[in-house]
């Protein structure tokens, strides 16, 4: 699928105000490093530019395929049932999907129910799939009806720091999604990179050519040279 970003419209049909050098490209894929597009929409919480909501915070922002589908609702639930622990980390959630704001709130309702857990976060009705095709949510290949399971992290600058991908019937960890967010946070704060499975207070990995002192005021504590590839802080504090 081809998306023409000359002129792409909204959901109202409204012109979505792109940075230039999309508006030079024929279509567009959103990668690591892009400044998410500007987009107004209606939500559960009402009409919402993105970039006012955005702006300054962490954002969550994915998409899923339906409401009253099975999977969703345990998506929507288990990030309903973590939304303070996003919070707490400065992140905002937003979803996306086809059903409209009515539906979505009838079906929030029967998940407050079935899992005692209030959706405070704001969904978005696209009902016409036209932010799905603008930001490759749609992949036919899956399925011709729904939008996949396309998951953004965007930062508090607006640029996507993280892009991940999954198919309908496979449930997203809201776990994992917090854990990159945290290790998305610590590599802008302190310039480290994280290892595999790292969780927050685990040992951080960082290059040969930044300073000691910087790791000693940052960490709290020194760095381990295990090989001229490997620098490690382990258990850094602060
Ligand atoms: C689900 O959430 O389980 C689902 C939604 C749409 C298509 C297939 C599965």
């Not at 909204?10 to 894929?29: A, C, F, I, Q």
Request: aromatic residues 12%; negative net charge; hydrophobic residues 40%.
């Amino acid at each position: 699928m081809s998306i023409q970003f000359f002129a792409p419209r909204g959901p109202d049909n409204e012109l979505m105000k792109l940075p230039k050098t999309y508006r030079r490209s024929v279509s567009w894929l959103p990668q690591i490093g892009d400044i998410f597009p500007e987009f107004s929409v209606e939500t559960t919480q009402g009409k919402m530019n993105f970039w006012d909501w955005a702006e300054g915070k962490w954002t969550y922002l994915f998409s899923h395929p339906a409401a009253f589908t099975p999977v969703c609702t345990t998506e929507i639930a288990a990030l309903a049932g973590m939304h303070s622990d996003f919070e707490a980390s400065n992140t905002q959630l937003m979803a996306i999907t086809g059903s409209t704001i009515d539906e979505q709130k009838r079906w929030h309702g029967e998940i407050e129910d079935l899992f005692n857990v209030k959706v405070n976060f704001p969904c978005v009705a696209d009902t016409q799939g036209a932010l799905a095709r603008c930001f490759g949510m749609m992949h036919p290949k899956e399925s011709d009806d729904f939008m996949i399971r396309k998951s953004f992290v965007v930062g508090p600058e607006m640029k996507i720091r993280m892009i991940f991908e999954y198919p309908l019937f496979i449930g997203r960890s809201s776990e994992e999604i917090l854990r990159v967010i945290k290790a998305l946070q610590m590599r802008s704060e302190t310039g480290a990179a994280t290892p595999a499975d790292w969780a927050s207070g685990d040992s951080v990995i960082l290059d040969e050519e930044t300073p000691e002192s910087y790791v000693r005021q940052v960490f709290g504590t020194g760095s381990d040279h295990i090989r001229p590839y490997l620098r490690v802080v382990y258990e850094p504090r602060g």
